[in-house]
């Protein structure tokens, strides 16, 4: 396991992992304020199970943890890090089934990269955007400390629609003295 918590595992995606990432992210619900559109085939999900299996954490780049829920044995999500050239910053992303949002599994799962993020990997900055009538992903950023920087507004067409942008940020700092 690369990350662990009381109730969740982080760990590289497993060739099996495959169907279950292609249910969740074929889910209208979930995909609706992300960059995919859906349904995601199983095929296609196959091929991202393996490129992300085959990126290193600590090399600049996107790296997915497969968020695995520890009792029950089951892929119920990712967390995305986008390592920048310079190692002192990254942007975060992040994906949960249906199924398991609103019990805190993401908020814990954030909160453990951003642990490893800032405390072993010495990170400067972690940043993150969203759609901004995405309220649950914007409550769970400032819930785990990040601060609301920006909106750009009508921003990024997406998915046929002009969209208005939030940014957030989580400096270093701030997250030592919040921890």
């Known amino acids: 396991m690369l990350l662990e918590t009381p109730r ?53 780049g ?12 089951c892929l119920i999500g990712d967390v995305g890090v986008n390592l920048h050239e310079n190692r002192m910053q990254a942007e975060l992303g992040f994906t949960l089934a249906a199924r398991w949002q609103g019990r805190g599994y993401a908020t814990e799962a954030v909160r453990a990269v951003l642990r490893d993020l800032f ?11 969203c759609d901004a009538r995405n309220t649950s992903s914007a409550r769970l950023l400032e819930r785990v400390g990040f601060r609301r920087e920006g909106l750009r507004l009508q ?19 701030d997250w030592k003295n919040r921890a």
């Open 119 to 129: 405390e072993r990997r010495g990170l400067r900055r972690v940043s993150a955007e």
């Open 155 to 173: 921003h990024t067409w997406f998915k046929g629609e002009w969209t208005d942008d939030l940014l957030y940020g989580l400096l270093a700092d």
């Open 8 to 60: 969740l595992f982080l760990r590289r995606f497993r060739p099996e992992d495959a169907p279950a990432f292609a249910a969740y992210r074929s889910d209208p619900v979930v995909a609706r304020y992300q960059s995919w559109t859906a349904p995601v085939p199983v095929e296609s999900a196959v091929s991202l199970v393996t490129v992300f299996s085959s990126r290193d954490p600590e090399e600049p």
């Open 62 to 73: 996107w790296f997915q943890y497969a968020v695995e829920l520890r009792a029950e044995e």
